[in-house]
C-alpha cells in the first residue's frame, strides 16, 4: 500500500525557513520520482519540485528556484523540501506525491497536477505572514 506522510509544516517569519519532510512507504523510490506541490486559498495546486533517482534529477518552479532545495535520505526513504528564504507568498498546503507509474521528473511535468494520476499525502500547512 502506497503511504506519503508530510510533517514540517508550520508558522515562519518572511525570510526564515521551513523542511518538510515526506516519509514513503510501500513503493521504490528508486523508479519513482516525487514531486512536491502547493495549494494556496482559491488557487489551483501547482507544482513546486520533483526528484527523481530514476535519472537523478532534480526540477524547481521559478517562484521558488534558488530557495527550495529537494533532497532524499535514501536510509530513511524520505524526501525533504528544504524552504529558505519564504515569502508570504509561500503560504500554502504543501503536499508531496508520487505518480502511479513508473516517472522521472520530466515525465512527471508532463503529467501534469492531475489528482488521479498521483498518490497523495494527506498535506502540511505552511503559513508565512506578511
Known amino acids: 500500500q502506497v503511504q506519503l506522510v508530510e510533517s514540517g509544516g508550520g508558522l515562519a517569519q518572511s525570510g526564515g525557513s521551513l523542511r518538510l519532510s515526506c516519509a514513503t512507504s510501500?513503493?521504490?523510490?528508486?523508479?519513482?520520482?516525487i514531486g512536491w506541490f502547493r495549494q494556496a486559498p482559491g488557487k489551483e495546486r501547482e507544482g513546486v519540485a520533483c526528484?527523481?533517482?530514476?535519472?537523478?534529477?532534480?526540477y524547481y518552479a521559478d517562484s521558488v528556484k534558488g530557495r527550495f532545495t529537494i533532497s532524499r535520505d535514501n536510509s530513511k526513504d524520505t524526501v525533504y523540501l528544504q524552504m529558505e528564504s519564504l515569502k508570504p507568498e509561500d503560504t500554502a498546503v504543501y503536499y508531496c506525491?508520487?505518480?502511479?507509474?513508473?516517472?522521472?521528473?520530466?515525465?512527471?511535468?508532463?503529467?501534469?497536477?492531475?489528482?488521479?494520476?498521483?498518490?497523495w499525502g494527506h498535506g502540511t500547512q505552511v503559513t508565512v505572514p506578511s
Open positions: 506525491a508520487t505518480p502511479k507509474v513508473e516517472a522521472a521528473c520530466t515525465t512527471i511535468r508532463s503529467l501534469g497536477v492531475i489528482n488521479h494520476r498521483y498518490y
Open positions: 510501500g513503493f521504490n523510490l528508486d523508479y519513482y520520482g
Open positions: 526528484f527523481s533517482s530514476l535519472d537523478a534529477t532534480t
